[in-house]
């Protein structure tokens, strides 16, 4: 392979991170990154082109530390000086800045992303993610079974799908190859795929611009209405967003239009959305996806080191899949960067350049109870509550507070279920759910605690 194509493999294994990840609306990432490429890369620099002067200046001065940190992940690395250049199918470039990047004078009042496109119809979604290259275990086989089902005969025998589970296991990969099975069978069929969080947020700009209308015929629409994350839409949307989602599904639903859900968790944990709504998801067929098990995360280890060409011994093999146990875009993540490190320096990947480039994966595994002890005492520590006391039977606003966030987080990052997170605190079922219904309530109207949350959540990610 030329260095030329090893650059530019690299750019794709960032840019599919990107849209993993979901931390940018795919509009934005389509809008800033799309046309954008990776011209050179070395141990000493990196040159990141795009197409325009103004996209030049927003990504240098809004977006720089969000490629790099991609970039960083994908390689194991960061190259000593960053360029941003202009590049017109090659005929002109102009030199970006190699200093520090400035503070964001990005003017809101600009952010095309936020403005949806209600006439618009994808003929296909991300092609990496089919029933082909999906690999099937006994902790995804009914979700997968299911999701085949309804791809053949979209809206009679099972509607709606719900499929829930932890983050990173297959739920969106699922639904993309929903959607791409059912337009090769059908390319007129009306597809549409909208994340939760992004659904809500559709909605208030059309009630800002006046444009529900074309909001409503555009979702009511579908043949086919794909919705990820539903628990955005539980824990941040007000009264009329949940209003509207519950007359766009009823409308969907009488139509025999086929809808598809997922959610981190089943519909009776999302307890601040409305109880109509809930009851609609049970209606339907529930599939959860559970964490792989060794066999399965050897097949995929396999799977994924095929796609991108790279060649894992035996030994390697068995080592990640022993180490990688926490979900699927984890092990994709450890692929993708060793993948990286093999194009840049040709270096055949053994034990040792994997213990060197992806050593934040390989650690020993904490047990369940050790890392059930590290949340507790970095909740304690950030809360100055003791951790006897979280873990005792005071019921003052500190400890109570610090007790219920410690079970959030549990329930964030672990596979653990509510009885269980009960056994550590001695509180049974009905009062885990009650204290993480409190605690998701209290994030959807205090904005402080949500980023005092996620900054513990990330404390202990680092730990």
Not at 166 to 183: D, E, F, P, Q, W
Not at 189 to 197: A, Q, T
Not at 424 to 451: C, G, I
């Amino acid at each position: 392979m030329e260095k030329r194509e090893d650059i530019a493999s690299i750019w794709q294994m960032m840019f599919e991170s990107m849209k993993e990840e979901k931390e940018l609306p795919s509009t934005a990432l389509d809008l800033w990154f799309g046309k954008c490429s990776l011209e050179s890369l070395s141990a000493d620099s990196v040159v990141f082109s795009c197409d325009s002067d103004m996209k030049k200046s927003v990504i240098e001065t809004r977006y720089l530390d969000y490629l790099l940190r991609y970039l960083e992940n994908t390689i194991g690395f960061l190259p000593k000086s960053v360029d941003v250049i202009v590049a017109d199918d090659g005929s002109r470039r102009t030199p970006g800045h190699k200093a520090a990047v400035p503070e964001a004078t990005y003017d809101e009042g600009e952010e095309e992303d936020v403005k949806p496109s209600y006439s618009e119809r994808r003929l296909s979604f991300n092609s990496d993610f089919t029933f082909e290259n999906f690999v099937v275990g006994r902790s995804n086989a009914m979700a997968h079974a299911n999701a085949v089902s309804v791809a053949e005969n979209p809206g009679t025998l099972i509607n709606p799908l719900f499929i829930y589970g932890h983050s990173g296991l297959g739920k969106t990969h699922l639904m993309y190859a929903i959607a791409n099975r059912v337009l090769e069978r059908d390319s007129t069929m009306n597809v549409i795929y909208v994340k939760g969080e992004d659904f809500m947020n559709q909605f208030i700009f059309s009630i800002k611009s006046n444009r529900t209308a074309e909001f409503r015929e555009k979702f009511r629409g579908a043949d086919m209405l794909l919705i990820d994350d539903i628990q955005y839409i539980a824990s941040g949307a007000g009264e009329s967003t949940q209003n509207e989602f519950f007359h766009t599904f009823e409308a969907l639903y009488e139509d025999h239009k086929q809808i598809i859900i997922t959610s981190d968790r089943p519909p009776q944990e999302l307890t601040i959305l409305e109880e109509r709504i809930r009851n609609r998801f049970e209606s339907g067929l529930l599939a959860d996806i559970q964490p792989p098990d060794l066999e399965l995360r050897l097949a995929i280890l396999q799977n994924k080191a095929e796609h991108h060409n790279l060649s894992l011994s035996p030994e390697v093999l068995s080592f990640l899949a022993e180490k990688l146990q926490s979900n699927v875009r984890q092990i994709e993540g450890v692929i993708k960067k060793l993948a990286a490190k093999n194009l840049l320096t040709g270096l055949p990947v053994t034990l040792d350049l994997v213990k060197s480039t992806v050593p934040e994966y390989i650690r020993d595994t904490f047990s369940i109870n050790d890392y059930v002890d590290t949340i507790i005492s970095c909740v304690a520590r950030r809360t100055h509550v003791d951790p006897e006391d979280i873990l005792g039977r005071k019921r003052n606003k500190e400890i109570k507070n610090a007790r219920n966030v410690c079970m959030y987080i549990i329930r964030s990052l672990t596979q653990l279920s509510l009885p269980k997170i009960g056994s550590y605190f001695e509180r049974d079922y009905s009062t885990v759910h009650s204290n993480l219904t409190a605690v998701e309530k209290q994030m959807a109207l205090d904005p402080l605690l949500e980023s005092e949350i996620n900054d513990i959540i990330n404390d202990i990610k680092r730990s």
